[in-house]
C-alpha cells in the first residue's frame, strides 16, 4: 500500500502542513506571481526550494514511513507541465534529486 502525497502543490485547507511554508517554498512565474489553481484552492510548488523538500519528506515520514507504508505516491508532478520548457527541466531534476532522497 502506498501513501499519497501532493508534491506540486500546497493545498490550503491543509492548514497545518500551508503554515509551514515560507514564500520561498511557492513557485513563481516570470513576474513574481504564485501560480493559483482555484479549482483546487492550491498554489503551485517550487520543487528547487530544499525547505519545502524538508517539508514534504517530514510529511512522507509521518504520512508514509510511521504508518508502515510500502512506499509513496507522489501526486501533482504533473504540474511541471504548466510551466516554460528551461522551468520544466529545473522542476525535473528538482524531483529527481529529492526522489534519491
Do not use: C, P
Request: aromatic share 16%; charged share 30%.
Amino acid at each position: 500500500m502506498y501513501g499519497y502525497i501532493n508534491a506540486m502543490e500546497g493545498d490550503k485547507w491543509n492548514k497545518e502542513l500551508y503554515h509551514q511554508f515560507k514564500e520561498d517554498d511557492f513557485y513563481k512565474d516570470e513576474n513574481g506571481t504564485k501560480i493559483y489553481f482555484e479549482q483546487w484552492d492550491s498554489y503551485m510548488m517550487d520543487m528547487t526550494s530544499f525547505h519545502y523538500q524538508e517539508i514534504l519528506m517530514k510529511e512522507i515520514e509521518k504520512q508514509v514511513v510511521q504508518k508502515g507504508l510500502d512506499g509513496v505516491f507522489l501526486d501533482t508532478v504533473g504540474n511541471i507541465s504548466y510551466l516554460q520548457l528551461h522551468e520544466q527541466q529545473m522542476q525535473n531534476e528538482a524531483i529527481r534529486e529529492f526522489m534519491k532522497k
